[in-house]
């Protein structure tokens, strides 16, 4: 009987040690599952060369106020205290490394660590219309309705070992208005055609994603553009001398000649329809049609045989009869005095 007792005294003794085992042992699984859910973030996301990048950490289910926080780069202690959940850092040239770690220990007494490294670097994108300008212009040819636009990115990678990351071996994420491009991204697809929008009441918004193979190196880049109406200005072409380019007239030419050419030098019309001859010239003096008289529509001659003195108003149309592109179009006038 004595025996007996005893047996149940243990019994009930190593139950009770059992069941409090149960019971704690998920308490502090769980803490340790809270207090290590912290992120650490930077912004910007794709940070450039000497750019200041804020580095902060987050947590959903800790408050990181009052943990202590360490901050490291690249293994010097910058700043530790509690609450120090965010820092601030100024980056260095392309192709160097900033190399984060934030060491925290929660309230609870629980302590892990973060790290980021930032490799800076950069994409640019040019682009141009394929649109028509004179071979004296030394501006930008740019996009007008419907036009194609060639977008071309130009990236500054350099990697650890301090050289210059072919440019063909970089992926290139293409989007436009936060739309993935994707039959036009992908490993070396640094070159993007579009056509142009019909008016220039909304702007295309392009974006270019750059990165290495390996995600090592990222840099981001957007520009932001309206197609432009095409015009036409006019020249003074000299019997010898050819067209005078270096002036232009806009509302009045003195007619101090017997005889004058003018040509009318088209700007921002799509080139492959100039090319193929798809614009079409409708000159009108005084509101009567006018049909040139040499082999070129975009040159009218205008002569004053009679001597007399007075005015005369010359107008010029220029339709794109590509029915896709039916929007370029160009109407001016001058006043001719004479």
């Given amino acids: 009987m004595r025996q007996h007792f005893t047996q149940q005294i243990i ?28 992120i650490i973030k930077m912004s910007p996301r794709f940070p450039k060369p000497y750019e200041t990048v804020d580095i902060s950490l ?15 780069i690249n293994n010097k202690k910058q700043v530790s205290g509690t609450g120090e959940y965010a820092i601030q850092i100024k980056l260095g040239d392309a192709g160097s490394s900033a190399q984060i770690r934030a060491e925290i220990v929660y309230l609870s007494g629980f302590q892990t660590t973060r790290n980021i490294t930032i490799r800076p670097a950069s994409v640019d994108i040019l682009w141009s219309g394929h649109t028509y300008t004179p071979a004296f212009y030394k501006g930008r040819a740019l996009p007008s309705s419907n036009s194609f636009i060639i977008f071309n990115a130009v990236p500054s990678f350099i990697d650890s070992r301090g050289n210059v990351v072919d440019s063909s071996k970089i992926i290139y994420s293409w989007s436009h208005r936060g739309v993935q491009l994707g039959g036009s991204s ?26 290495t193979p390996d995600g090592a190196i990222e840099a981001q880049e957007t520009v932001r553009l309206r197609v432009v109406n095409p015009f036409a200005l006019f020249y003074e072409k000299h019997p010898l001398n050819g067209v005078g380019y270096e002036q232009t007239f806009f509302n009045t030419l003195e007619f101090t000649k017997e005889e004058m050419t003018i040509r009318a030098e088209p700007y921002y019309f799509s080139l492959d329809d100039i090319f193929n001859n ?58 001719l005095r004479f």
Avoid at 58 to 72: G, K, R, Y
Avoid at 191 to 207: A, C, F, K, N, Y
Avoid at 292 to 300: A, K, L, S, V, W
């Fill in 278 to 335: 798809l614009l079409t010239y409708e000159w009108r003096i005084n509101r009567k049609d006018v049909l040139p008289q040499g082999n070129r529509d975009d040159e009218i001659t205008l002569r004053n045989d009679s001597g007399g003195r007075g005015e005369a108003r010359v107008a010029l149309r220029i339709r794109n009869t590509n029915l896709d592109k039916i929007l370029q179009e160009f109407v001016g006038a001058f006043t």
């Fill in 186 to 211: 992908g490993y070396g697809a640094d070159r993007l055609v579009l056509e142009g929008e019909p008016t220039s009441q909304q702007s295309m918004i392009i974006s270019v994603t750059a990165s």
């Fill in 11 to 38: 019994t009930h003794h190593f139950t009770i040690i059992i069941g409090l085992t149960l019971l704690f042992v998920p308490l502090f699984t769980n803490a340790q599952t809270f207090d290590n859910d912290a």
């Fill in 58 to 72: 987050s947590s959903t289910s800790t408050n990181l106020n009052q943990a202590t926080i360490s901050w490291f």
